[in-house]
């Protein structure tokens, strides 16, 4: 299967990044897809300013089992005129058709080990990042996010981080369990696409390129 079908197509059921779609009815019965509206070029909500870090591969022995975790981190600026609510949220989906939030599956002591491995003091873990954010560079946040690798051989990798704008807007999007259509709120979402580099294993310090990063409404 071609990866962008691949991932247009898990995009159809879950909206997920370049597949989120709204549809309007043709002739009452047939839903006609179309592309999901953009994201306004010029912000008019508030906007953190968001600096992803790589995606890399690494090992982690936990219970007697090693097993192979996939780990961003990311840096958080409140560049915007007021102190902010900051409870941020990561997906990864890939062309296998699979779509996990950051942390589901990932035992905490696996995120501390990773954690302990960076040897950051101001990097967060997802639940301890939450909280209010400050405005200014002073008071940036640094956070960590982590996902188990279930499938050893995928195509293509995208991740999807909110949280960091206000912008959002409600369309008409096709049901696939009713086969009409349902109000959907979709909210500016930072979309990074990386390129695995064949068989996922442990890079150590490589990490998997960047193909492509934009904000989405998703």
């Given at each position: 299967m071609n990866t962008?079908?691949?991932?247009?197509?898990?995009g159809l059921i879950v909206g997920c990044g370049l597949g989120v779609f709204a549809s309007g009815l043709v002739g009452g019965t047939t839903p006609a897809v179309v592309a999901a509206p953009e994201p306004d070029p010029v912000p008019r909500r508030w906007?953190?300013?968001?600096?992803?870090?790589p995606l890399r591969v690494t090992s982690v022995e936990h219970q007697g089992q090693s097993k192979l975790y996939y780990y961003m981190t990311y840096?958080?600026?409140?560049?915007s005129d007021?102190?902010?609510?900051?409870?941020?949220?990561?997906?990864?989906?890939?062309?296998?058709?699979?779509?996990?939030?950051?942390?589901?599956?990932?035992?905490?002591?696996v995120t501390a080990k990773i954690l302990e491995t960076l040897e950051n003091t101001f990097l967060e873990d997802q639940i301890?990042?939450?909280?209010?954010?400050?405005?200014?560079?002073?008071?940036?946040?640094?956070?960590?996010?982590?996902w188990p690798v279930?499938?050893?051989?995928?195509?293509?990798?995208?991740?999807?981080?909110?949280?960091?704008?206000?912008?959002?807007?409600?369309?008409?999007?096709y049901d696939p369990e009713t086969k009409g259509t349902k109000r959907v709120t979709l909210r500016k979402t930072l979309m990074l696409r990386y390129q695995p580099l064949g068989e996922t294993k442990a890079t150590g310090a490589e990490s998997l390129p960047v193909i492509e990063q934009r904000w989405i409404m998703r």
């Open positions: 962008r079908a691949s991932l247009i197509g898990l906007q953190l300013t968001v600096t992803p870090g840096k958080v600026v409140n560049s007021t102190d902010l609510l900051f409870t941020p949220s990561f997906e990864m989906a890939n062309d296998e058709g699979e779509l996990k939030r950051s942390g589901r599956d990932v035992p905490a002591a301890n990042i939450v909280g209010t954010l400050l405005q200014g560079e002073e008071n940036a946040k640094e956070g960590l996010v982590v279930n499938t050893p051989h995928v195509r293509a990798i995208e991740v999807f981080g909110n949280g960091f704008s206000g912008e959002a807007r409600t369309i008409d999007a």
